[in-house]
């Protein structure tokens, strides 16, 4: 399973930053996908999903200024994130929804670390 997200970094509040992430494609082609977040000391979240067919799920905190997105036949998730806020700060991952499980255990790959400064 290959799941590695790239593309943060910092920025100021309001900015914009778009996200990315390439997965196996045996996994990709078939899930859900989703991103998620991990605030510095908080559990991670699943912030938006996407599904084979392009419908979307949007949590409160970023509806309106996230937009998921996913080219299937390139293997590949993306999150355009506007309008950012001081609390989006945080290591973003993508996965699928629910997060693969590889030996009982969820897998989580690299993630990308996004710092919004006030």
């Known amino acids: 399973v290959q799941l590695q997200a790239s593309g943060g970094g910092l920025v100021q509040a309001g900015g914009s930053l778009r996200l990315s992430c390439a997965a196996s494609r045996t996994f990709f082609s078939v899930r859900t996908m989703g991103w998620y977040r991990q605030p510095p000391g908080k559990e991670r979240e699943l912030v938006a999903a996407i599904a084979g067919d392009g419908s979307t799920h949007y949590t409160n905190p970023v509806k309106g200024r996230f937009t998921i997105s996913r080219v299937n036949a390139k293997d590949t998730l993306y999150l355009l994130m506007n309008s950012l806020k001081p609390e989006d700060t945080a290591v973003y991952y993508c996965?699928?929804?629910?997060?693969?499980?590889?030996?009982?255990?969820?897998?989580w790959g690299q993630g990308t670390l996004v710092t919004v400064s006030s």
């Open positions: 996965n699928g929804v629910p997060p693969v499980v590889v030996e009982n255990s969820q897998y």
